[in-house]
């Protein structure tokens, strides 16, 4: 006797199940399957400091793009990947690009369609399987590039959907273009010169 598999989870049941996880659980939809994971109320001063690098950086190059509306979202922002077999992230920083974007909204409470641009900051606590996952679910689902950042060596480590990985030292140039045009910016900025590696 065969078992009927379970239909998808709908965006609307991944939001009731989010309101109700217990303390402690990050909830993520990956093809229509939710995902527990251990959540991190708080961020480590480390991680909380490159962000705000990075995220200065991606609102400055933004104030001088003026070919579209862009909006950058940051801090786990919650972003629907994809509609067909639902895939909902938590995104900590991503460039949204596109007249949709104009104006803040928020019905739905997430970012509808993938970013441009995704840009993970790696934790201690990430695991390689919880990385690789989320950087095929964003390529997937058409995010141009996904920036993988290692605090702890200073590097950025770039992915395309066409193209094998780059690797970005801290004394080289990351270039974004051409999906963000004119973003071009040594990876030391993202990252203080008072961060020591580890010994």
Request: aromatic share 10%.
């Amino acid at each position: 006797m065969s078992i009927a598999p379970m239909p998808p989870v709908t965006l609307d049941e991944f939001l009731r199940s989010e309101a109700e996880a217990p303390e402690g659980v990050t909830l993520e939809l990956i093809d229509g399957k939710l995902v527990e994971r251990p959540s991190m109320t708080t961020r480590g001063r480390l991680h909380a400091f490159v962000m705000s690098l990075l995220v200065y950086e991606l609102v400055r190059w933004s104030q001088s793009f003026h070919q579209k509306p862009v909006e950058i979202g940051s801090g786990e922002a919650r972003c629907r990947l994809t509609m067909e077999n639902d895939t909902i992230v938590g995104v900590d920083a991503g460039v949204w690009i596109g007249e949709q974007y104009a104006s803040p909204s928020n019905d739905p409470p997430l970012y509808e369609g993938p970013p441009v641009v995704a840009a993970e900051i790696l934790s201690p606590s990430d695991k390689n399987e919880y990385v690789d996952e989320k950087i095929a679910a964003y390529l997937a689902a058409g995010v141009h590039q996904v920036w993988i950042l290692d605090p702890m060596w200073r590097t950025v480590t770039v992915y395309r959907p066409d193209s094998k990985p780059a690797f970005y030292a801290e004394d080289d140039v990351l270039n974004a273009a051409p999906d963000l045009p004119g973003f071009s910016l040594p990876v030391s900025q993202f990252f203080s010169k008072y961060v020591k590696r580890p010994v």
